[in-house]
């Protein structure tokens, strides 16, 4: 505590309770009963000192609660109309707002005049009403996102040291999408550590390496690990004098972001400061009590750290926070079917924090590893004050808040506990843009249902709200214990696959999660398999048999394409008439079968994929060219196809009124570019129903075909139903098309090829996908960050090779004109590594064939006002390998458009 302290009766009650809780032996009740007496203390002199700026903020706060209408109208505008340079279409956007949602009424009188004024007005006078409403927005945020320009910066810093507050610098910008702007950002950081008024940064690993990829997790590692030993030198090599005149090193926090990131970042966290080098430095983590892995990984850190100060080295910090990114996880989880990685409930997470404190409190623990307490939650700011005392660790544990949020809570903690450090947002006008995403976290801190900020303003003690939130806090306390401290997703594909209940209702096939350690290596090891693995001659399928014809087709790995990587039976006319004419004998049998009985083998089929998904995997990275990930979401598909039909299928036989009968013999014409997903759920769709198939996989990936097949065999599917041929394209393959026999073909290929079965047989039953050309329109309200990066997965996925590629950008003007926009383009494309998918640090992989002439002459030459923003680059040792390759000024009609 302080001799500056305010002599009001909470303060001097807080006082005394404080003193008298140092050294003492508390129970756990005992503790409660007083953290909850010392916050309404702190509460109450809190609220004492509330300026009449921050009694009208707050104000509007609270009373946003009660508008969710002005909320959305207020995140929308934020995110939508600030990230344009043009006046005229900021204002149209918010007029179109305003008319929207109406004006919010949370809003002070005065600014429901500006907004209705601006409504009616806004498009007329652009010019000038819109950079009035940018100022506004600025000036609004300015206590949340400080000013970064030199000058307001420093001027900041100063004020803040002469109250006694330390700041943790964390400087906002766009995403890093490339290295270049990761080096650009690298450099932020180590000048602001040269800026003999910056003592403390907080970093994140995304915005130091931009390629981070879990599969390689070692390169990853190594290539961090590089940088931040980089900032860790300049926190050695500038140190600053402490008011006592003591020297010591900088500071240097490494902040958590997503839950993929977890146990990457602690893993460099401690690589690098178990090196000699740093022994003497302290340098700090974040843990996210919201995730149940955080106290494990706590535990490990302070066991390491305790070792680490035995040997003489210096003391870490782990900052404890709640957690800020709960909706991105919620996103990133639906997409991909996992488990959510954080807790479900609010009042799980808190109590994992103070179970994650009650460990950090202790004397044994604290020596080695000082604690940050990042939080504005009175109740657990008071549990931590009193923990604080009690075990005599005051010098190790501090308190930390966020600038410009609940500061006059933040006076009042720091003048009971002497100290505070504010997590401090900057961004300069030109990066004010980037900061959005910021604001509007913000934004759902201070007025997030479950959220304490939100609850905070006009809290007072006594009132139905203030029981609410003391009852949260010993619910919290009374699951410490027990709450879950195992991770929330669990997915091991090292163990045998679930058995799912085939009546259960469908569920897309959660993909592999490559955040998990045990899934990496498994990963790993399909590629390390998959790569010595010697592939046998291929058969026909036909009739029940395996039949190895005379005449053989060859099949290459993109990445080797100089030698065969297996050969593959070719039927002649012969053995394909032989084919139909066993379908047309099995057609009746196999109609006849029940639906149930089709659906029960759908189903096994779909259990037989995931047991085998490491095999199904394999075959698509050496027959087809696919990185491991791509593979992965294909076979996930592949799945979902199976268990979509299955349960399609039985409940339209619940209509009593549809007659079914099937078809009778379909052929499935595959491509190459999904070789396992789109031939499955034609085969899945003609079985179910019904059909015999003839399954005729493109001669690019006969293996990946095979081994789907074999699989289907696997659980009872017959083989004289489901039969596999493959033959050249003409004479024999035409022949097939025109037979009367086949009665559908589903075909996925080229527009050309759906053409030419029609002109061949008129009248074809041909359910065809075809080619086409995949456009991303770029608007100047766009999330450009987020564009960019999106924009470059869509286009270079799969290296370009699906009809969903965003192979043409429609940008507008703004976008287009705009230098930094091109440049993070190039720099992000540019940054992709590129290779053989056997190294799973490679993003792009060779193309299935060397590019014909159409494609090379989009790759290597130019239209007339055309340019290269990225020049692809051939591999000069494999004719499939091309780098990215980005053009500009392609207008309609020219030959890049139009192929």
Known sequence: MTDKQSETKEMNLACDLLTEVMGAQLSMEERQEKAIELAALILSESNHRLTKQEKKRYGELHRMMSDPVGKVFLTAMTDQCFRSKNAERIADQMVYLLQLYGTPKFFSPFKRLQLYLFKLLGNKFAKILVPVAIWSLRRETASVIIPGEKGSLTKHIKKRREEGVRLNLNHLGEAILGEEEAERRLSVYLEDLKNPLIDYVSIKISTIYSQINLLAYDQTLNAIAERLRALYRSALENPIKQKDGRKSHKFVNLDMEEYKDLHLTKDLFMKVLSEPEFKNLSAGIVLQAYLPDSHAIQQEITEWAMERVKNGGAPIKIRIVKGANMAMEQHEASLKEWPQAPYTAKVRTDANYKRMVLYACQPEHARAVHIGIASHNIFDISFAMILRLENRVEREITFEMLEGMADHMRRVVQALTGDILLYCAVATREDFQSAIAYLIRRLDENTGAENFLAH?????????????????????????????????????????????????????????????????????????????????????VIDGEEIH??????????????????????????????????????????????????????????????????????????????????????????????????????????????????????????????????????????????????????????????????????????????????????????????????????????????????????????????????????????????????????????NGQKCSAASLAILEKEVYDDPHFMQQLRDAAASLKVGTPWDVANKMTPLINPPNETLHKGLTTLEQGESWLLQPQVDPHNPHLWTPGIKLGVKRGNFTQQN
């Not at 209940?501 to 569920?507: K, L, R, S, T, V």
């Not at 196809?641 to 619940?654: K, L, N």
Request: contains cysteine; charged residues 25%.
């Open 549 to 798: 014809t005379k005449e053989e087709g060859k099949g290459y790995d993109p990445s080797s394409p100089s030698r065969p990587y297996y050969t593959y039976s070719k039927g002649s006319w012969e053995e394909i008439d032989r084919a139909l004419t066993c379908a047309k004998n099995e057609e009746k049998t196999w109609g006849q079968t029940s639906i149930e009985e089709r659906c029960l083998l759908l189903a096994k089929a779909a259990q037989k994929l995931r047991e085998e998904r490491a095999d199904q995997i394999g075959s698509m990275i050496g027959d087809g060219g696919k990185t491991l990930i791509e593979a992965d979401v294909e076979l996930s598909e592949a799945i979902d196809f199976a268990e979509y039909y299955h349960r399609s299928m039985r409940q339209f036989a619940t209509h009593d009124d549809i007659e079914w009968s099937p078809k009778g013999t379909v052929l499935v014409a595959s491509p190459w570019n999904f070789p396992k997903a789109i031939p499955a759920g034609g085969i899945f769709a003609a079985l179910v129903t019904g059909n015999c198939v003839l399954f005729k996989p493109a001669p690019e990936v006969v293996m990946t075909g095979y081994v789907l097949v074999k699989a289907l065999w696997e659980v009872g599917i017959p083989k004289k139903v489901l039969q596999f041929i493959n033959c050249d394209d003409d004479p024999v393959g035409s022949k097939l098309i025109q037979d009367e026999r086949i009665n559908t073909v589903i075909l996925t290929g080229a527009t050309s090829t759906g053409k030419l079965f029609m002109k061949m047989r008129p009248g074809i039953d041909l359910y065809a996908e075809t080619g086409g050309k995949n456009a991303m329109i770029i608007s100047a309200l766009a999330d450009r960050d987020l564009a960019i990066k999106e924009l470059v997965q869509s286009a270079f996925g799969h």
């Open 456 to 540: 905070s303003f006009g809290l007072k003690e006594g009132t139905k709200e203030w029981d609410v939130q003391a009852h949260l806090f010993l619910e919290s306390c009374a699951l410490k214990d027990t709450v879950e401290n195992a991770p929330r997703r669990k997915q091991n594909r090292c163990n045998p696959p679930i058995h799912l209940d085939p009546n259960a209702p469908f569920e897309n096939e959660p993909d592999t999660d490559f955040s998990l350690p045990h899934n990496q290596k498994w990963g790993q090891e399909i590629v390390a398999t998959w790569k010595e693995k010697t592939i046998e001659p291929i058969p026909l």
